[in-house]
């Protein structure tokens, strides 16, 4: 069975996580302190970053996006509609849009007290910039595109849900971007949210294993 390394809260974990439980696939989940980290962990990936994912044959992977990717190749559907071509590159662009620009503000905003010399506001503005990009784009539907999760979903939600905590009130009293309050409100009520959000102790070598999803 494969082994994941994570951390209930990382964004990156949970899209993994996520991913993982739309494949069907159960893991041995091996919750991680990032303040110490485990030895067996850095040994296979010494960047020291979760999701890590060890497969049945050894082989590691160990960034979020690559763990997606082979849910995908393992069960084709995992994503119930698909897209087209405009959508699936606006899919792409989105992504990385999130993981280097969205992220780096988002940890200013959040946890400007760990950085010198930040204004919050400034990087609060930022990701604001970056959720009306995305206000105009998204459909009618349940999700981003569709009435079921698609990768935009996965990617992208864990990062504008971390967003919103920072301030939950601004957040949802904030008129610039409703279509992304209602797209992030349809997910924190999702029962997906609450399969990936199971809390667990931090991983020791000897305890007994858990494994995830819980449900499978
Ligand atoms: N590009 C990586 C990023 C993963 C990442 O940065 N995860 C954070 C937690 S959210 C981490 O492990 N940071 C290491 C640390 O805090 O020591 C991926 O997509 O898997």
Request: aromatic share 12%; charged share 30%.
């Amino acid at each position: 069975m494969p082994i994941l390394y994570s951390f209930k809260r990382c964004p990156y974990a949970m899209r993994a996580r996520m991913a993982l439980y739309l494949s069907n696939t159960v893991v041995e989940l091996r919750e991680v302190s990032l303040r110490d980290k485990p030895q067996s962990m850095l040994e296979i990936s010494p960047k020291g970053t979760v999701p890590v994912l060890i497969l049945d044959d050894g082989n590691v992977i160990d960034e979020s996006i690559e763990i997606i990717e082979w849910c995908i190749k393992k069960k084709k559907n995992i994503f119930t509609e698909t897209l087209n071509s405009d959508q699936e590159l606006f899919t792409e662009d989105a992504i990385k849009l999130f993981d280097e620009k969205f992220k780096f503000h988002l940890d200013r905003y959040k946890y400007a007290t760990r950085y010198e010399d930040v204004d919050e506001i400034l990087h609060r503005e930022s990701c604001v910039e970056i959720l009306k990009t995305m206000e105009n784009k998204i459909s009618n539907k349940i999700f981003f595109y569709t009435d079921h999760l698609n990768k935009i979903d996965i990617c992208i939600l864990p990062f504008i849900r971390q967003f919103r905590i920072a301030n939950p009130e601004w957040f949802d009293n904030h008129i610039e971007f409703p279509k992304v309050q209602k797209w992030l409100d349809n997910f924190l009520k999702s029962s997906i949210l609450e399969e990936i959000m199971v809390s667990h102790e931090v991983w020791k070598k000897n305890n007994t294993a858990i494994f995830f999803p819980t449900n499978l």
